[in-house]
């Protein structure tokens, strides 16, 4: 089946260290990865994503990689803000025709960067 | 407009009453989406419509009743509802259903507390 794992929170930073948070995927077809992430009281917004192997994914200084044979998906960012305080969710979604419109979640990871 | 539109943003509801949650995109979009969050937990896909149809029921109880009146509402009627369904409803919709590597772009949702 389908299924994300993420790493275990909260992960709290200093501004400016650098960040990882680890996700990893089992998929039965070809999946395509996501990054979504969640402000306080607010719906997830849509971070970076990838839709084949060694696709690099990036937006906002965050950056992720897709990679087949580690069956990765980990979310970087060089320099983090207080501003990137948040949830953010790992995602696949499967391109076989029985699954077509479903997002498969990680647990999510809390981050919190102190200045 | 890149909204998704969500309303009311706070609702308090016994376990006799009845209500709905309302949905409202303008960006064409043909595919919607229920999504149920409890705190600190990723979100559960309730319903995919694709095209105003219903396409993905996730085995919802049917205290809780979706409706697509036309491509850009998506209603959530709720009847003799538990206290275990207080949540987060989220909505949300993507351009083209299927595709399987759309970005699902998601409402601010409606907490949704059951007494």
């Known amino acids: 089946g389908n299924s994300v794992t993420q790493m275990e929170g909260p992960v709290t930073l200093s501004e400016e260290a650098f960040l990882t948070i680890n996700c990893t995927y089992t998929?039965?077809?070809?999946?395509?990865l996501f990054w979504y992430v969640q402000y306080p009281g607010e719906g997830l917004q849509l971070l970076l994503k990838?839709?084949?192997?060694?696709d690099k994914g990036s937006n906002k200084g965050f950056e992720a990689t897709y990679r087949k044979e580690t069956t990765s998906f980990h979310l970087e960012k060089g320099s983090v803000q207080v501003s990137d305080s948040a949830v953010y969710f790992c995602?696949?979604?499967?391109?076989?025709?029985?699954?077509?419109?479903?997002?498969?979640f990680g647990r999510g990871t809390q981050l919190t960067v102190w200045p | 407009d890149t909204e998704v539109t969500q309303t009311p943003k706070h609702l308090v509801m016994g376990m006799t009453n009845k209500k709905s949650l309302k949905c409202e995109q303008h960006?064409?979009?043909?595919?919607m989406y229920w999504y149920k969050q409890k705190a600190k937990k990723p979100p559960e896909l309730m319903f995919v419509?694709?095209?105003?149809?219903?396409?993905i029921n996730e085995s919802v109880p049917s205290r809780f009743s979706p409706e697509c009146p036309n491509s850009s509402l998506l209603n959530l009627h709720l009847h003799a509802l538990q206290p275990e369904d207080s949540a987060l409803y989220l909505c949300?919709?993507?351009?083209?259903?299927?595709?399987?590597?759309?970005?699902?772009?998601f409402g601010s949702g409606t907490q949704l507390s059951v007494l």
């Open positions: 949300a919709s993507s351009q083209e259903p299927g595709q399987g590597n759309e970005k699902l772009f």
């Open positions: 998929a039965t077809g070809y999946p395509s």
């Open positions: 990838a839709t084949k192997a060694d």
């Open positions: 995602a696949l979604s499967d391109r076989r025709g029985s699954t077509l419109g479903r997002l498969y």
């Open positions: 960006m064409g979009h043909r595919a």
């Open positions: 419509y694709s095209y105003e149809k219903l396409s």
